[in-house]
């Protein structure tokens, strides 16, 4: 059955070391999404992705990169340039529409929990 | 700056009674809102949307209004249920597909 998963759902990371966190999903969605949640604040668009090895910058993304070779895959990599990276980060995907208003809910994984010690 | 404000951080309702969540928007260019459903340690799961062509939007106990002129949309959730206990966001996006959220209203319905 179709879906949108992530893993690890647990990660530990030391300071000074990149990460990197797993999306795939197999519902054929254009789009792609990579958030991060923080205590008592709404989830803030990190990266997103339109089509394959196409990709734009969303308001917090100084510190992670991303790639989209696939369809599929949208690995999100958290790197020492992060300043806090210690948060609840969600993949998400849809259909991409060209007009306001379509469908364009997004479709969300588990999640992955990266603590940095 | 927080485009799409949930200014509620709570909100605890009798089973049975109606549940209203509130949320505000300030870009104007917004024209479709969505609402998702959040359990802890899981992604949010899509539960109601609306367009801006619309004011009222229903599925089931499910009822999302829009008042465009105040930049005010509601989710009315009747009769409201144990198992509605969650976190709620709205989401708001308007050219192209990125989505602005709001900062989440905890739900809790005692049985």
């Known amino acids: 059955d179709g879906g949108i998963t992530q893993s690890p759902k647990y990660l530990f990371r030391k300071e000074g070391q990149n990460v990197t966190l797993s999306c795939e999903q197999n519902?054929?969605?254009?789009?792609m999404y990579w958030y991060r949640q923080d205590p008592g604040q709404g989830l803030r668009l990190i990266y997103y992705?339109?089509?394959?090895?196409?990709?734009q910058k969303g308001d917090i993304a100084e510190g992670y990169s991303v790639s989209r070779e696939k369809k599929e895959s949208f690995p999100l990599t958290v790197t020492s340039a992060q300043k806090n990276p210690t948060a609840f980060y969600l993949c998400?995907?849809?259909?991409?529409?060209?007009?306001?208003?379509?469908?364009?809910?997004?479709?969300f994984g588990p999640g992955t929990r990266l603590t940095v010690l | 700056d927080q485009q799409v404000k949930q200014n509620s951080p709570s909100l605890s309702v009798q089973e049975g009674r109606i549940s209203i969540l509130n949320c505000d928007y300030t870009n104007s260019m917004f024209d479709y809102f969505l609402w998702y459903k959040k359990y802890p340690a899981e992604g949010p799961t899509f539960l109601i949307s609306?367009?801006?062509?619309?004011d009222k939007n229903e599925d089931g106990r499910f009822t999302v209004f829009l008042n465009k002129s105040a930049k005010h949309l509601s989710l009315h959730i009747v009769p409201s249920q144990p198992g509605d206990s969650a976190v709620y966001f709205c989401a708001a996006s308007g050219a192209g597909n990125q989505f602005y959220f709001g900062t989440g209203t905890s739900l809790t319905v005692i049985p």
């Open positions: 519902l054929n969605h254009d789009a």
């Open positions: 609306i367009s801006s062509i619309k």
């Open positions: 998400a995907s849809s259909h991409w529409v060209e007009v306001a208003g379509g469908l364009g809910e997004q479709f």
């Open positions: 992705s339109q089509i394959v090895n196409d990709f």
